[in-house]
Every structure is written in C-alpha cells, then in structure tokens.
C-alpha cells in the first residue's frame, strides 16, 4: 500500500530564517504527492503538487517542494519564513489500485506542526 | 467556481444519540467525495469515499455510515453515538484521479 511518512512532530523556526518540512514516500510505481496546511479548527487547503515534471514545484504563499525520486522525498521548503505559516502541514500521496492507475483515496501522513517564532 | 460546505460547525451530542453531518459541493458535476476523521492529536484517518450516487466505500469498519442520495451530497451519520466518535470531521471533494482534493471547514463533534 501507499504511504507517507512525516518524520517531524514539530519544526521549529525563525521568522526570517528558511524552513523545510520533510515528507518522505513509499509507492510502488510513479507517485502522486500533495501538502496540505491547516489552521486550526479549520479545513485542510491545498498548497502544491507532483504529478510528473519538474522536480521542484511552486505553490501557494510562497512554498515549494523539492521531489526527490532516489530518495523518496518530497521536503516542503520555503526561504523565508513568517509567523503567519505557523500552522500543521500534512504531506498525502494518492492511493494506487490493483493494476497501478491512480485512485480516488487520498492518504495523509501524520502531520508536522510549524512554529515560527518572531 | 466550485465551493463545499459542509455543516454544521460544531456538534455537541449525548451518548447513544443519533448524528447527521452533511457537506454538498458546487459547481461541479459527479465529483468524488470523502469523509475524513481527525482525532485528538492530527492524523486523519479517511472513514468513506464515494465515486458516484449511492456508491460508498467504507474503509474502517466503525460505528459510522455514510450515504449519498444525490450527485453532489455526502451524509455521514450514526443510530447510536459513542464516546469514541469525537472529533473533527472533515467532507472532501475531487475530480478525477490524479488532482487534489478540496476540504469543507469541518465539523467538531464532542459526544458527551
């Protein structure tokens, strides 16, 4: 089966100083991977996405992540960060049925909660 | 554009009471639909998804169904609450295999 691991319970950071949330994957075949951030009390909203491409991929508020396929990492990274980004991140990979097409279950990792100090 | 709601808010319920949570989406046509569970702490865990009317997938027995009368409604619901069943519970939507999935604002449900 698919799945993500989000090794961090907690990243801590300076506003100012760049950050990297770490994501790392396990798929058989191509994989599909997404971020997540939500706020509290709040629905999760979309960041980025790999599909295929370019291995860095621009998202939303300035974020990015890095897919790494040797090491199967998807890390989400962004320069600068700001105290407003302190909020838990989720990295989620899309299921794969039977024969390896793409399915409609989307699997979550455990989540990382960013704290951005000022 | 498309919008997902889901309501209500917050849900305060005794034990053994009965629970309906519903979320509908907009502006989009025979999307697919999930119901997530996050639990104290934050993973989530996803309870139901549904491809089309009156199709669902359940993928942790529980004491939970869901069930979808129309294209773009999505009804989680319960005979007998438990303890147990606390938490923030999230409706989502997609369209087709490979995109992203969109989430309402959640319900906290707090079963006393």
């Known amino acids: 089966a698919q799945s993500v691991a989000q090794p961090e319970d907690q990243v801590n950071v300076a506003e100012g100083n760049p950050l990297t949330v770490k994501c790392t994957y396990s798929v058989s075949g191509n994989p599909y991977l997404f971020w997540y951030v939500q706020y509290p009390n709040r629905g999760l909203q979309f960041l980025l996405k790999?599909?295929?491409?370019?291995?860095l991929v621009k998202g939303s508020y300035g974020f990015e992540a890095e897919f790494n396929k040797s090491q199967t990492s998807f890390h989400l990274k962004k320069p600068s960060a700001l105290v407003s980004d302190s909020a838990l991140y989720f990295c989620a990979v899309r299921d794969r049925g039977r024969y390896g097409g793409a399915t409609n279950k989307l699997i979550f990792g455990t989540g990382t909660l960013l704290a951005v100090q000022p | 554009s498309q919008t997902i709601h889901q309501w209500p808010a917050t849900l305060v319920q005794p034990v053994g009471s009965p629970l309906s949570l519903e979320c509908t989406v907009e502006g989009t046509s025979n999307p697919n639909l999930y119901w997530y569970r996050q639990a104290a702490g934050r993973g989530l865990q996803l309870l139901f998804y549904s491809v089309g009317i009156g199709q669902i997938s359940s993928e942790v027995p529980q004491n939970l169904s869901a069930s979808r009368p129309q294209d773009r409604q999505f009804i989680l619901s319960s005979k007998k609450l438990l303890l147990s069943d606390s938490g923030f519970y999230l409706c989502a939507w997609s369209v087709g295999g490979v995109t992203e999935a969109f989430f309402g604002q959640g319900t906290r449900l707090t079963v006393v």
């Open positions: 790999y599909i295929t491409g370019d291995n």
